[in-house]
């Protein structure tokens, strides 16, 4: 007998969670009508590992808006409420978030939209 453990999809888990917390349009891609659709929070998976029953995923949070104060203040807002998150979460368990690197600014393609990001590693299991 063959035992499999679903874990948990961190985008998946992220990106509803920040929308519902602050209000504002979170997505794990980008889309194709970025502009229109500002501000945005965008999660996305870009490594870490995953145990038998925890996973351990850093994760790239970007925020795209139409200046660079509602940017940095928002991605600010993004890493305090991130920090402080701990427990239940749609289908997982949240243990613990540390972040990596800080928001800082990031290039994109137009320069109207404004991009600041942070890397996190967020410590979790299916619920």
């Known amino acids: 007998m063959t035992w499999q453990v679903a874990l948990a999809d961190v985008e998946q888990v992220l990106a509803p969670w ?3 917390t602050l ?21 996305e998976r870009v490594g870490g590992r995953d145990a038998r029953f925890s996973q351990h995923p850093r994760v790239a949070v970007d925020v795209f808006a139409a200046t660079a104060d509602e940017a940095r203040a928002l991605s600010e807002r993004v890493r305090e409420v991130l ?6 979460v749609g289908p997982a368990v ?29 410590s ?4």
């Open 124 to 127: 979790l299991r299916a619920a």
């Open 94 to 122: 949240i243990r613990s978030v540390t972040c990596s690197s800080g928001p800082s600014r990031l290039p994109w393609a137009t320069p109207e939209i404004h991009r600041r990001g942070a890397t996190y590693t967020v």
């Open 83 to 88: 920090l402080f998150l701990a427990g239940p």
């Open 23 to 43: 209000g504002v349009f979170s997505a794990a891609e980008t889309p194709d009508d970025l502009e229109q659709q500002l501000p945005l929070i965008r999660v």
């Open 18 to 20: 920040l929308e519902a």
